[in-house]
């Protein structure tokens, strides 16, 4: 499938993506919407713009992802979709009845200047409901940085501070999956925190099958415990790239002390967190806790064998990615090639700094931001890895250049139950080493000869 992809010389490109590897802005801020109970996501833009959002949520999440449109046509277009925005609101509270909507911006009415600040100014929005927005143009960032947009419209929108101090740790989770946010809340549950997660998407994009459809699930951060977080006593920011700029609005709008974190994906990662929420609730680390560590750190010694010196191809969002080159060096593999087509920050320097830290050389390891497949795919046929690491969008590589995939992060379109398996906390990172350790120790088997067939491993 991939044959004429050039297998000689790689060239530096500017002006052009091939096969990226990020989506568009709007698909994060849908999904930071949906993490607050009773909000109906809303996309100014055209039909054909939330269909596409609205579909990539689905396929990655297995779940219906609801979000309405305000369905500009070629008038709204060249005149604004001022017009459109207030029919759309009007109808969605008369239909959908939902307590917030969220609205983000699209290329279109980025482009042609929609000034959302006094289109909702200017609404009759009903007694008891709120609107709120944020700016997502898809031309510039990605899904992470549309996550962390909406996520602070929220503060920015919605959050109060009455003077009273409710004692509550804010907790940011970063764009994870709702498996992953259910495995932070058991360390938080563990210590007896009071907590509020925000976007929390537990209870919505992992909902039973009850034979009923719920238009707005039972999950979701309470819209009580939103407008409350100018009381919060602390925040605890996961990812740079996703959680920060909600974190930096909280403390703007009422000063509000935070700390970032790395996602914690692995061993030391999520010793920080674990560190971070003893020094919190001033509690020692409760037994079950250290129960499940010493678990882990057993794993990564008995399959210590199969991962040593292994290369590793590392792709994905930016705090997912530092997340687990920590991890594969942790576990003794050499993280060869690593990159994101999230722009911004400091993702270069993080990356030197982990293999500087785990004392690989810095020839070893090659690492970009803002780089896409076709690149990565290139450099890998001229110096190839053991196994890949990250999204689905790895998938036509795996099979070129036969690669073992294992699959982690966002999107994951072509397999099953990934969202509701956490790669974060000790066992996250036993349930990613399980996937590491059983795709090589499988390949192993599958390429070796009959006599060296091992049965026991």
Known sequence: MLDATPRESVMERKGLVANPCKTCQPVGAIYAALGVHGVMPHSHGSQGCVAFHRMFLTRHFKEPVMASTSAFTEGASVFGGGANLKTAVNNIFDVYNPDVIAIHTTCLSETIGDDLHAFTSALDIPEGKRVIYCSTPSYVGSHITGFASMAAGFVDHLAEQTGTSTNRLFVIPGFVNPGDMRELKTYLDAFGIDYTMMPDTTGVL?????????????????????????????????????SEPCANALKRKFDIDFDVQGLPIGLQATDDYIMALSDFSSLPVPRVVDDVRGQLVDSMLDVH???????????????????????????????AFVGTGTPGGDFQKKIAALCAEYGIDEEACWCKAEVDYFELHQRIIQNPVDLLLGPSLWKQIAKAEDIPLVRCGFPIIDRYMHPLMPIVGYRGALHLLQMIADTLMDRQDRLCEDCDLEFVM
């Open 206 to 242: 992992d909902t039973p099958m009850t034979g009923r459809f719920e238009l707005y699930p039972k999950g979701g951060t309470p819209l009580a415990e939103v407008k409350a977080l100018g009381d919060a006593r602390k925040t605890l920011a996961l990812g740079s790239w996703a």
């Open 305 to 335: 064998q199969y991962l040593s010196g292994k290369r590793v191809a590392i792709a994905g969002d930016p705090d997912t990615v530092i997340g687990l080159t920590r991890f594969v060096l942790e576990c003794g593999m050499i993280p």
